[in-house]
């Protein structure tokens, strides 16, 4: 009954936010980010944890301030997610989204062999595979399924409006193989936590483990790695798609062509991307967790 509650309780709140204009959508959104970070203060211990990870000397109220932005971001992500079916279509997209590396961008997602699209928790994500397919270049996504099978229902329904295929993250592996064979287009969402056994790198200052996966898909699949995001603008509905970095395996330096080299690399050109805008990354992800084990103390243990 808690699962059907909180769909019902969802559904209404997309009533209203749909005959909404999206100027009063992002006013309200400027509302609930002050609750969320000023009253509720919700999970601010992870968020000061993560920004004063990153920006150790960064004040108290400017902390404050990239917290409400956040929240206030976050909010929004989901009005344009309800809006977009309606506003944003295939004769109109010019007017909402910019994409600032066109050409170099367009050549690989109509290129023969396979791709690898990297991008994280930061701006509007969910808005780049919807551009992506309203263009006709279908992708397919590995994400976990939410708890509420209602609500993954419905997020899979805007996903796949345009042709977002969702690839369940266990089990799919002859999906995903399937999806590279035939030169297709595969989505990952690069900065999330791996545990101890993950690829240990550098992730805006900080230790980060990463799944190996995605640099393998890319070095054992011919797969070019196109580091993308999709960001907000001054305006809401408004976005700005780019890149910020290529590793094509017919071209890529060979010290890339390492697993750890080259998850080092897809997150630096993250991070580029964060850094430029920082107050759009998710800094109520728990981006960083475990740490990482040492060698030393494996080997110490199997001795003993």
């Known amino acids: 009954m808690r699962k059907i509650a ?64 956040m929240w206030y971001h976050l909010c929004l992500m989901g009005c344009e997610i309800a809006q977009a079916p309606r506003k ?10 910019f994409i600032r590396d066109k050409v170099q961008m367009t050549n690989y997602l109509i290129d023969y062999r396979p791709l690898v699209a990297v991008s994280g928790h930061f701006g509007n994500f969910e808005m780049g595979g919807y551009v992506t397919g309203l263009l006709g270049m279908p992708s397919y996504t590995v994400a976990r399924k939410m708890d509420n099978p209602y609500l993954d229902e419905f997020i899979n329904r805007f996903r796949g409006y345009n042709g977002q295929f969702i690839l369940p993250k266990e089990g799919s592996a002859p999906a995903i193989q399937e999806v590279m064979e035939s030169g297709g287009i595969l989505t990952l969402l690069g900065d999330q936590h791996a545990g101890t056994k993950g690829c240990w790198i550098d992730f805006l200052g900080r230790p980060a483990a990463c799944h190996k996966a995605v640099a393998l898909f890319t070095l054992s699949g011919n797969a070019p790695m196109m580091v993308s995001y999709c960001k907000h603008t001054d305006k809401p509905l408004y ?66």
Request: hydrophobic content about 40%; aromatic content about 12%; charged content about 30%.
């Open 88 to 97: 944003i279509h295939d004769s109109n997209w010019r007017k909402y989204v």
């Open 239 to 304: 976005f700005e798609i780019g890149c910020t970095g290529v590793a094509d395996p017919l071209e890529m330096d060979s010290k890339l062509k390492d697993v750890t080299a080259l998850t080092q690399w897809y997150n630096d050109r993250l991070a580029d991307a964060i850094y430029d805008c920082p107050e759009q990354f998710w800094w109520v992800h728990r981006r960083w967790k475990e740490k990482p084990v040492r060698k030393t103390k494996k080997r110490r243990a199997s001795a003993a």
């Open 6 to 69: 909180e769909y019902i309780i969802l559904q209404i709140v997309l009533s209203i936010v749909q005959v909404l204009p999206i100027t009063g959508c992002a006013q309200l959104c400027r509302w609930l980010a002050w609750l969320f970070s000023d009253v509720i203060k919700f999970r601010q211990r992870v968020i000061d944890e993560n920004i004063l990870g990153v920006f150790p000397d960064m004040a108290e109220p400017e902390r404050r301030e990239m917290t409400r932005q």
